[in-house]
């Protein structure tokens, strides 16, 4: 049935006007979209760190005039849908209402630009451990004075380990980051910003609890962003289709049973790892002794115990702190230069003693228990609806992606009128091994999923050996996420809004050599895993385009982006072209405008070999503090993820599936007939695995051409193939290239006996 709209959702599946299923495989945009542009400060810099009131994103996620180099970059990769990165701090940095009118223009303005490449767009309010000065990204700073904590005194009591104000930055300890969810800065605010109501009913503001006051801005702060996107009147739906809930929630301190102990459910431990209960007394001036820990090859161990003394300085804002700087009035109840957990009756100051280690764990009126899933079915749910309304109010047609906390069990509302018919299931997945240890390991891995979810009853058993084993491990897992977002939200949509790979893998071995096949592996078993799950799309985390081999993402240390400045992009034909055609005997003819595509690497011309030697859209820095790091630049592993895809089908996917050893392609539907031959079965092709000339395909029945067009300004290959109703199966055959080859080490296979022996098993004999 033909649509008005660009992309809707018919039977839990994405369909584009003319009544194809539709395949979204997006890439994120842009991990530059975390970070201020004026003044530029990347996570390693402290210098204007605490001047967050005066940043600007109004190069973010890149500049406007380089927008269609990166457009098109992306569409030759295959991609068709962006996920666009901001963070609220970009729109509301100046203080709560004041919107950056800059910067919502310059977002509409490449908004636009990608429109000129036909991608699918929806946009993520992006946060991690909730502001960049809790160590991650998101919020505007003056939301952490508003919930009466001093984001200057972080590094002393340690309520945020932070890279800008890490002592040796150098050496700010890999994925450290992420510890800063469970250390008291970002697990206080999230309790309050999701139950502060309940459990802070003294933290008023302006004469509302913290809780309503930080949800109002920031749903206000999005629906403002929302509006000026609808009043511009030709990119609502045509280009952006839809909104996400906010990246990655955390529940804080909501159901915590103990505050003196770490839970069990807190799988991640790195560096010091306090109770939250040692987080509260740290960020009090009190001195604790607290354990340290470091990630093993079979996950954390408790290494030691380290003196974290304050010396007396506090987490919280002093007493005499001016609120006046932010115009707000906070209620007299709430006492600054006291912990306001203390306030709650949760401990004793006088005698630093813990009253109430249970405070959290139940709700405080009904006494029901909060469990996780429980969080997500009640506070977590409360903030979704108050955001869905809030776009639709705008976005009338908006598709929601809602995305509960990752790697938890989605919310409990097939049947309910939450069960909206626009929504989509947007979960989160990533191979906690690799990204930890940044090493790719033939030899084993684990079932994450499977053992939080119970599946097994001794952990011996989630450990799966053998590359095959690794990757339908990966495969089972996704596929199980999935099937639970149907089981519990109802019959929609699946896009995995994030998955990757670390790039600087095995020291950065890779950028001193150029053999990329640690990370090419890796990649090929995550999107081994994606299509063999039939998600109906994916966002691969990420592209960053000022990475670079010293610095990777210029954030916290990650190394996650596609692209590099100190890398090369994979090889294209020239262009302009003329599309040649390989054609069954049967086949059709298509012919395309001679329109000659943006410039970019794929050209040599005086504007973009000026640009190549100046490097666009990257402020001037030192030149590379360690030489070996450029010495072998290469594709970056792009063989495993320019790989090809359906794009859009008459009738539902039943399985597809890229072999990149074989370079082989198979695609099986169901198959319905075209509304008309204007519109056939369409796959991206890419001709590095494709060349026109040496490959084979192979068609169940109908008609099928392979043509290189510009029909979204990118000159880009597609298969198109015209075919009846029924069961329909397509194989196309490409060339097979000399990659790297990766072999099991023989560290990775002590990695296994050390298995054996802490759990007594032999896990290369054993049937379960």
């Not at 004075?145 to 890279?163: D, K, R």
């Not at 640009?611 to 495993?640: H, K, Q």
């Amino acid at each position: 049935m033909a649509s008005s709209l660009r992309l809707i959702i018919e039977d839990g599946q994405f369909q584009d006007a003319h009544g194809r299923h539709v395949l979204l495989r997006g890439i994120n945009v842009a991990a530059d979209a975390k970070l201020p542009s004026e003044p530029d400060v990347p996570s390693h810099i402290a210098q204007d760190f605490f001047d967050g009131d005066n940043v600007k994103f109004h190069n973010r996620p890149f500049r406007k005039e380089d927008a269609h180099i990166h457009f098109s970059r992306l569409k030759r990769f295959g991609y068709n849908t962006i996920r666009y990165i901001f963070t609220w701090e970009a729109i509301e940095a100046a203080g709560p209402g004041r919107y950056d009118e800059d910067w919502i223009q310059h977002t509409i303005d490449v908004l636009r630009t990608a429109r000129e490449y036909g991608f699918y767009i929806f946009m993520d309010p992006h946060q991690d451990v909730w502001s960049r000065h809790c160590g991650g990204s998101g919020a505007p700073m003056w939301t952490i004075y508003a919930c009466g904590l001093n984001p200057q005194s972080f590094a002393a009591t340690e309520a945020a380990i932070v890279h800008n104000t890490y002592p040796e930055p150098e050496k700010f300890p890999k994925m450290i980051w992420s510890t800063n969810y469970n250390r008291l800065a970002a697990a206080t605010i999230f309790t309050l910003f999701f139950a502060g109501r309940d459990f802070a009913p003294k933290c008023i503001i302006d004469g509302v609890n913290i809780q309503d006051y930080l949800q109002d801005h920031f749903i206000r702060a999005c629906a403002h962003l929302a509006r000026r996107i609808h009043q511009a009147g030709d990119i609502e739906n045509d280009i952006v289709f839809g909104w996400e809930s906010l990246n990655e929630p955390s529940r804080g301190m909501i159901g915590h049973a103990d505050l003196s102990v770490i839970p069990e459910e807190q799988k991640l431990k790195k560096g010091t790892s306090p109770t939250l209960w040692q987080a509260i007394l740290t960020g009090s001036g009190r001195a604790c002794e607290i354990d340290t820990w470091e990630m093993g090859s079979l996950g954390p161990f408790k290494d030691g115990r380290v003196l974290i003394d304050p010396h007396g300085e506090q987490a919280w804002l002093p007493g005499d702190y001016d609120d006046s700087r932010y115009t707000w009035k906070r209620d007299p109840e709430w006492k600054l230069g006291e912990c306001i957990w203390a306030q709650h009756g949760v401990w004793d100051t006088s005698r630093d003693l813990l009253l109430q280690k249970n405070y959290f764990e139940k709700h405080p009126t009904s006494g029901i228990k909060l469990d996780y899933h429980t969080f997500t079915n009640t506070y977590f749910m409360a903030f979704y609806r108050k955001y869905r309304d809030a776009i639709r109010a705008i976005h009338k047609d908006a598709i929601m992606l809602c995305q509960p906390p990752t790697l938890e069990l989605p919310p409990n509302i097939k049947g309910t009128v939450d069960d909206d018919p626009r929504m989509v299931y947007a979960p989160h997945y990533y191979d906690g091994i690799t990204l930890m240890t940044k090493k790719w390991n033939r030899t084993w891995n684990v079932d994450v999923l499977g053992v939080l979810r119970g599946r097994y009853w001794h952990p011996a058993f989630a450990i799966k050996i053998g590359e095959t084993a690794i990757r339908n491990c990966f495969k089972e897992q996704l596929a199980a996420i999935k099937k639970e977002g149907q089981d519990y939200m109802g019959n929609h949509p699946c896009i995995l809004t994030e998955f990757g790979i670390p790039y600087d893998m095995d020291d950065k071995n890779a950028y001193k050599t150029g053999d990329y096949s640690s990370q090419s592996a890796a990649m090929d078993a995550n999107h081994f895993a994606v299509e063999g799950a039939l998600m109906d799309g994916y966002t691969l985390w990420v592209y960053c385009a000022t990475n670079d081999h010293q610095r990777g993402d210029q954030w916290n240390g990650e190394d996650l982006s596609i692209y590099s400045t100190d890398d090369q992009t994979i090889p294209v034909s020239p262009v302009p072209r003329t599309p040649d055609l390989n054609q069954s005997t049967s086949s059709l003819f298509k012919t395309s405008n001679n329109r000659r595509e943006v410039e970019d690497e794929t050209s040599v011309t005086p504007s973009n070999l000026k640009r190549t030697l100046t490097t666009p859209s990257i402020s001037s820095t030192p030149a590379i503090e360690d030489p070996e790091l450029t010495n072998s630049p290469g594709y970056r592993a792009a063989e495993a993820y320019v790989r090809p895809a359906p794009v859009a089908t008459n009738g539902p996917i039943v399985d597809y599936v890229f072999d990149l050893k074989k370079c082989e392609f198979t695609l099986d539907i169901e198959g319905s007939s075209a509304q008309s031959d204007e519109f056939p079965t369409t796959v991206f092709l890419p001709e590095y695995h494709f060349p026109k000339d040496q490959c084979t395909v192979a068609v169940s029945s109908g008609k099928w051409e392979i043509s290189t067009d510009d029909d979204e300004r990118t000159w880009i290959q597609k298969l198109r193939w015209w075919h009846g109703d029924g069961k329909q199966s397509l194989k196309v055959t490409g060339l097979i290239r000399p990659h790297n080859t990766l072999a099991g080490t023989a560290e990775e296979a002590g990695y296994l006996e050390q298995c054996q022996q802490a759990y007594s098993v032999d896990l290369r004999n054993c049937d379960v």
